[in-house]
């Protein structure tokens, strides 16, 4: 097995890739960043089609859920895009899915900070298309989704927050961004209020490009239906940072 290791040099920031599988197209594998003393886990999937540095690929992250913290990387397959790739499915995207450690958030700064690095990473590993970013995330996840594009809106086409919440003093930050976003009705983990202060504020901030999808009489498992939808990854292919029309 070979071991291929990169190395990003910034100031007082070592970063050091030593990937535990060599990843290949079709096949979603595990992946370790190291940066300065931490280390991200996460899963890697290249399309099919991917051939090395030619072209330029569209990129999405997902951020999973609190229940996939404790434990094995491959716990982050439970649910999602990570889930329907293990189960067979293809994407035209590539696709990273880090792993939370157990007592963090993915919306605490010190995460936050580290999932810029793993996007810094891959954009410079895999020629990813920049103006085809797309971020998502369930439950701690949409949350952390929230926060991130909130903080770096100028990185991503699109982003998609299933069932989290933020902050609605962000919409004017977040107004320009094409957004859907989920939640089911019946939720008690994260109320649905959650998310409709979310859309109500980036409204009335003046955004035009964000969607609002109420998954009825489902309770906090609103992801399930969302990314099984084949509508959301159309909409997503619409989606380019050099798009001025909206995409509804």
Not at 77 to 87: A, T, V, Y
Not at 164 to 174: I, N, Q
């Amino acid at each position: 097995m070979k071991k291929l290791i990169a190395l990003i040099v910034a100031p007082f920031v070592l970063i050091a890739a030593a990937r535990s599988e060599e990843p290949i197209p079709g096949k979603q594998v595990e992946q370790k960043l190291a940066i300065g003393e931490k280390t991200v886990k996460y899963l890697l999937y290249l399309p099919n089609d991917f051939k090395g540095g030619a072209g330029q690929w569209p990129f999405m992250l997902f951020l999973h859920g609190r229940g996939e913290s404790s434990g094995p990387l491959s716990l982050v397959k439970k649910w999602g895009p990570p889930r329907l790739l293990d189960h067979g499915e293809s994407f035209p995207y590539i696709i990273a899915s880090p792993q939370c450690p157990a007592k963090e958030s993915w919306a605490q700064p010190g995460q936050q900070e580290l999932l810029l690095k793993l996007i810094e990473h891959i954009e410079k590993t895999y020629s990813v298309d920049q103006n085809r970013v797309y971020l998502t995330g369930l439950s701690m996840g949409g949350y952390g989704s929230w926060r991130l594009a909130a903080d770096h809106p100028e990185l991503f086409a699109a982003v998609v927050p299933i069932c989290g919440g933020g902050k609605p003093e962000d919409a004017e930050k977040l107004a320009a961004l094409p957004i859907w976003v989920w939640h089911g009705t019946e939720d008690a983990s994260v109320p649905i209020q959650k998310s409709i202060d979310m859309v109500e504020a980036i409204k009335k901030a003046g955004g035009t490009r964000i969607r609002f999808t109420t998954v009825e009489h489902v309770g906090h498992n609103s992801w399930e239906a969302a990314y099984a939808t084949p509508e959301l990854y159309q909409w997503l292919d619409k989606q380019t940072k050099k798009s001025e029309a909206p995409h509804p």
